[in-house]
Every structure is written in C-alpha cells, then in structure tokens.
C-alpha cells in the first residue's frame, strides 16, 4: 500500500503502535537521493510491522506527509526498530526530525557476528535464511519521481517484509551463541555514528593536509569551516561550492582580494557574495592567536618496522575472526592495529586504555592475546586441527 494522504497515514499509525504496543518490532527502511545534495532527500518511506494476522505495511510519501509522529516511534526504546545496514536510514531522522533512534537491530550487523561476512547485503541474506530470491530489477529507480507503479512500491515493501524473519533467525542465534552483546555494542556504535553532530570546524581534517604549515593550516580551517556551513545552507555538496584543490591552494596563497581568489582554478564560478566571506576567513584565520592554529601534519616516514608488526598482529586477528565466525573488520581494523604496534614501539604498551580491540568482547577474543604477543608472552603457531594460526604460551 502507498500512502500519501494525511488522513490514511493517521489511521496506518493507529493500527501501526496497536501492533508495535503489541510487541511488534518495526521494521524501517528508505530510498533517497543523495547525489549533487548536502543532505540526502528522503523520496520514500517503508513500514512492516508482523501481527498475528498478518502485516501492517506501507510506503509512506514523505513529499506530502509530516513524518513527525512516526520519528518519535523511531525514538521510543520500547519498540524493536530492524534495519539492514541503516546507517543512513537513521541519519535522515536524525537530521529531519532530530529523532534519536533506541533499541535498534541491523540485520547486517548481527550477520558479521555470524559468520555471513562484513557488509553482507540484504538480498543476499534473505537468499541464504528465508530461500527466497528477491528481484533487483528496480535497483536504479528513481524515487523521487511520481507517480510510481504498483510493482515499484511492492519492490520497495519487499526490503522490509522479510527484516522480522531475519530478525528472529539472527536474534536467535546469537543467544545461541551468547553473542546478543556484541552486536548490541555495534548496533550502539551506528547509533551514534548516525546521531553525530558534525564541527565544521573539523572539516579542514578530511583534506590532504600534507606539507603545510601552520598558518596554512589555521586558514584551511577557516575556509574548510565556511565551505561547509555554505554547503548546507544550499544543499549542494562541499566540493560543489569550492574543490578540494582549489580550497588547498587558497590556504596555501591566501589572497586578499576576490580577483586575487578567482584567479585560483577552480574557484572562477564562485560568487561575489560567497568570494567574500572566503576573503573574510582568510583574515579571520590570519588574525586569530598562533597558539590556536593546527599543529603542522606529521609527513615523516613511519616506522618501517610498523607493517611487519602490523601484519603479525593481522595474521592473530584473521585467524581469531575466521575460527570464531567473526567478522575481521569489527573485530580489529587495521588501524587500530598500527595504533597498538606504534605503542609497542614507543614502549607505552602499559599507558593504552582506549583501544577498543582492548574492550568489551573485543578484548576477550583477542585483545588481551595480541597484547601478550606484543609483550613475548605469547607466540604464534599453526594448530594442524584448526588448520589455522594460533597462540601458545612462550
């Protein structure tokens, strides 16, 4: 069913907190478009909550719905939100509607824990639990476009109707394997990714930052800062307003006049209102106290002994992830394994609590193992059972 009329979206929500009241988790996904936009535009909404009897399912149109009352659902705790992967699902409630999502379960994610590979997707999932194989003839359709057909919403139903069985199959066996909280620090983890307030002024952080100096540094900041609250205001992506290269080279030269700007490549499009708030920055950053500019980006070599460490402690982490059905990249991403091989090579092994390969289940399978490897506690050998490396005692 496809809902765009306020009066039948009223009477969906009635039917749909009777059903999650009931103890029905809500499964939620969405289709937008994101390309050429600062934010993404929310083009549809898809619902699915199991009853006894059957479904309460809709695609909500968010062109002419207020979708307000169904974020504070996304919000309540006492209802089981499924998503696949919902990163950007939750975000787009997060910055429309401000909605903090609780009580989330990614089917994606509970998959890495196990065994169904990292980023699994969701097709491929409901293949390999429900057997049934799910068409994508409709993956690059435009959902923004109206009115769409009969067969394009049943598609887009299709990506919630089977997230409860996946939800039950998943849910079930990671009590099996006493791995619910593991998952459940990861389903927080994308919370939190997707509820993150952004500084602009950390925006100068995504660029190439090697070879300048501090001063350039204090007006990439400036400029980086500006390009993005520019970028918002317009929905247009960043490097739309100004390139990468050409906001590199403006910190690099620092011009004092719109002609002096423009003549960078790149930047000629820019208007003369925007031209000068970029000039503006440039003076705000050269004004501002030194002991407040960036410290300069560290462009020495590393340690060379780094990716021998580095790849002992990777063989340890494969081999734990494989034996265990573990997705590796959840377990112990590469850097943070240079961060625990660079303390071992400043001596500072005994000053690290924050890792997070440290923490939690994480450093109950294999944390405290790579530590006791790096410490000689520990050496690595090949178990002929297992068929895989493991550690033994020195």
């Known amino acids: 069913m496809f809902i765009s009329k306020p009066a039948q979206f009223a009477e969906f929500l009635t039917q749909l907190r009777a059903a999650t009241s009931a103890g029905a988790p809500l499964a939620l996904d969405t289709e937008f478009l994101g390309e050429k936009r600062y934010f993404e535009r929310l083009c549809l909404v898809q619902i699915h909550a199991p009853t006894e009897t059957g479904a309460v399912e809709a695609a909500l149109d968010p062109f002419t719905l207020d979708l307000a009352p169904l974020a504070e659902l996304i919000e309540d705790p006492t209802v089981t939100k499924l998503v696949h992967a919902g990163a950007v699902d ?128 204090a007006v990439l900041r400036e400029g980086a800062s500006l390009r993005e609250s520019i970028a918002r205001g317009s929905d247009k992506p960043p490097s739309f307003i100004m390139p990468d290269l050409a906001l590199i080279q403006m910190a690099r030269q620092q011009p004092k006049t719109i002609a002096e700007l423009r003549a960078i490549r790149g930047i000629t499009a820019l208007s003369t209102r925007d031209g000068q708030k970029f000039i503006e920055a440039v003076q705000t950053a050269l004004a501002s106290p030194v002991a407040e500019w960036p410290e300069a980006w560290d462009a020495a070599r590393p340690d060379a002994r780094l990716d021998a460490i580095i790849a002992l402690l990777g063989v340890v982490v ?41 923490q939690d289940w994480r450093g109950e399978l294999v944390g405290r193992d790579l530590l006791a490897l790096l410490r000689g506690q520990r050496v690595v050998s090949f178990d002929d059972a297992l068929k895989l490396p493991v550690l033994r005692s020195a």
């Open 90 to 217: 939750l975000k787009i409630f997060f910055q429309g509607f401000g909605a903090r999502p609780q009580n989330v379960f990614d089917t994606q994610i509970a998959g890495a824990f196990l065994g169904y590979g990292h980023q699994i997707g969701y097709a491929d999932l409901v293949k390999r639990i429900t057997r049934v194989q799910l068409s994508k003839t409709m993956q690059y359709t435009d959902w923004s476009a109206r009115p769409l057909s009969a067969e394009q919403i049943d598609y887009a139903l299709a990506d919630v109707r089977y997230l409860p069985p996946l939800f039950e199959k998943l849910r079930s066996d990671l009590e099996a394997r006493d791995r619910m909280s593991w998952a459940q620090s990861e389903f927080n983890r994308a919370i939190e990714r997707a509820t993150r307030e952004f500084d602009d002024r950390d925006a100068f952080k995504k660029l190439n930052l090697s070879g300048l100096s501090r001063k350039q540094l």
């Open 318 to 358: 494969s081999a734990t992830a494989s034996a265990q059905d573990v997705s590796r990249s959840y377990l112990a991403p590469r850097e943070t394994l240079f961060e625990l091989a660079t303390h071992y090579i400043n001596g500072t092994l005994d000053e690290i609590n924050d890792l997070p390969v440290l």
